[in-house]
């Protein structure tokens, strides 16, 4: 059967409009991903807006004193905070470690003073490693784990007091329900938010009002101007909370979820791995030359310039830099070693993050965990007999790589944190042991937290019910097996690698009108193990 010209034309217009369609589609679909600038709100890809691609154009990076163009020496660019252990950078630059490996360093500081060009947002610096237009950026392991855009190649730290939340006339976790909360918008701080709240299982999007700012410095004004309860940022800004009444909720002294890492392109890596291997080489050599030499290396920081940013200063810089560094614990080439030999902790970091982020709205890459992580430049810089440090950072506390000794702390007079959620557990009957889905409720409530804090501890508490008929039992016997049941609970944790000297075990009996009873529901009231997190000082 023919078709008639009329039919001809119309299928023609059809197959045109579904084209347009399509291809509208596509980039929809792939414009966000490669040209963003939009900031998400809580994740959200229908917040985010889209630019041409020219506008991809990255600002030109800082070269060092002996770069000359075209001199035949490949470049190795790098994007960064001014955060006082990425500063490393800058003293690779300064002491020309780069040039006698073989590479010129740029630098990319994030958020210059007075130089609007500098001004990125994490989508813009994300987008330039994921296209390869920078070799690496520094920043934190939980966007990896949101973002995929690079591979994780190095640790850099754990935040150690550097990061965390500061709040009004809030005792607990628990009374952050129904707060105001300022918090950065798209960084560690906003992940830090997300992780605090879900902890006392509040939901971001309905049990507190988010107030998002895109500076540590505008977060922490919107507290102290009474916009917000809480505020979730960094150091320096972050303390400057006190001048609105604010003190120290919950800090990353005490709960090691940040954790700084080198993020390395995959292109740069598939392209150039010796240029990748010589900018490690040079990283771990900075880092021994800074704890063996360190007021050298912290004047080799502050001749650098761009002292505001870096709020290293000439004629300070060694007093300077130490007061920023005891807030975080850095990890040197033997705690790199240790991590890149079994990266499992790693692994179990970037999947805690992806269901944080997610449970504050946002999109997470389905990238695997194990693909985001490449432990081979650890490895050859780990062979080099002369990277190996002979002193130990200034914050030594690095706490993935070893286990702490906690045996000499005092638990006696703590405050309480916050009272998990996570409260009534399932035993076999009539004895102590956790049934397989109360151990799945541990593994999801309690262990990541333990594992990932170290200013923490628990106190676990058993009830057991107190049934009749009278006489059938002594409140001893009542009172044992409470404790026999916190117990477990304890056992079990231990099992999962929590050291045994973070937990205070207690038992209780129950209140006088619910002892020796053959009531059901009012048994039922008094089977639980409660557990708090507590901490020994704010």
């Known amino acids: 059967m023919q078709l008639n010209k009329t039919r001809i034309v119309f299928f023609l217009i059809v197959g045109l409009a579904l084209t347009v369609v399509c291809a509208g589609a596509a980039y929809n679909a792939l414009g966000p ?17 889209t630019i041409a691609p020219a506008a991809l154009k990255p600002p030109a990076p800082i070269w060092g004193a002996g770069y000359k163009a075209n001199d035949g020496k490949p470049t190795y660019i790098c994007g960064t905070d001014a955060f006082a252990s990425y500063l490393t950078l800058v003293q690779i630059q300064v002491a020309g470690l780069d040039e006698a490996r073989g590479f010129h360093l ?38 990896v784990a949101s973002n995929a855009q690079g591979v994780i190649t190095a640790i850099i730290d754990e935040s150690a007091g550097g990061d965390g939340m500061w709040a009004r006339n809030i005792p607990t976790l628990n009374d952050l329900k ?41 977060a922490v004004k919107l507290f102290n101007e009474g916009k917000a309860d809480a505020v979730s940022a960094w150091e320096p800004q972050l303390s400057r909370a006190k001048q609105g009444g604010g003190a120290s909720l919950i800090t990353s002294s005490q709960l090691r979820i940040i954790v700084d890492v080198i993020i390395t392109s995959k ?16 990283w771990f050599e900075a880092m021994k030359q800074q704890t063996e030499k360190f007021d050298i290396a912290a004047e080799q920081i502050a001749k650098w310039g761009n002292n505001d940013w870096s709020e290293i200063k000439p004629g300070t810089a060694g007093q300077n830099l130490r007061e920023q560094l005891k807030q975080i614990a850095q990890a040197d080439l033997g705690a790199n070693a240790f991590v890149m030999r079994d990266p499992t902790p790693i692994y179990n970091r970037l999947t805690i993050a992806r269901r944080v982020w997610a449970a504050g709205g946002a999109t ?34 690095f706490s993935i790589s070893a286990k702490l000794d906690l045996s000499g702390v005092k638990v006696q007079n703590t405050t309480t944190l916050a009272v998990l959620p996570c409260n ?9 042991t956790l049934t397989l889905e109360s151990r799945r409720v541990l593994d999801d409530c309690v262990v990541p937290t333990l594992q990932q804090s170290v200013g923490l501890y628990l106190r676990v508490k058993g009830s057991s019910a107190w049934p ?36 205070v075990v207690e038992a209780v ?28 000082g704010r």
């Open 364 to 397: 997470v890459s389905a990238d695997k965990v194990e693909d985001l992580v490449n432990p081979s430049f650890v490895a050859k810089s780990a062979s080099q007999s002369q990277l190996q440090p002979s002193v130990r950072p200034v914050n030594d506390s």
């Open 106 to 143: 740029g630098i990319v500081p994030f958020q210059l003073n007075n130089k609007p060009e500098y001004a990125l947002t994490e989508e813009q610096s994300n987008a330039f490693v994921e296209a390869g237009v920078w070799d690496c950026e520094l920043n934190t392991a939980d966007s």
């Open 424 to 432: 009534r557990f399932t035993f076999l009957p009539d004895s102590a």
């Open 33 to 49: 991903r490669l040209f963003n600038t939009g900031t998400p709100s809580n994740g959200n890809p229908a917040a985010q807006s």
């Open 267 to 282: 292109k740069s890596i598939a392209d150039k791995p010796n240029v990748v291997q010589a900018f490690h080489d040079a």
């Open 468 to 503: 009749g008929p009278k006489g059938a039992y002594t409140e001893k016997q009542i009172l044992e097996f409470a404790q026999a049941r916190a117990q477990a609970v304890v056992d079990y944790l231990v099992s999962q690698k929590v050291d045994r000297a973070r937990f």
């Open 178 to 218: 129904g707060k105001r909360i300022a918090f950065v918008r798209d960084s560690s701080a906003e992940y830090f938010m997300l992780y605090t709240l879900s902890i006392a299982r509040l939901n971001p999007k309905f049990d507190v009002k988010l107030v998002p700012a895109e500076t540590p410095d505008e």
């Open 509 to 536: 009996v129950p209140p006088v009108e619910r002892r020796e009873t053959d009531d059901p529901d009012k048994q039922a009231e008094d089977r639980f193990v409660e557990m708090a997190l507590i901490t020994s």
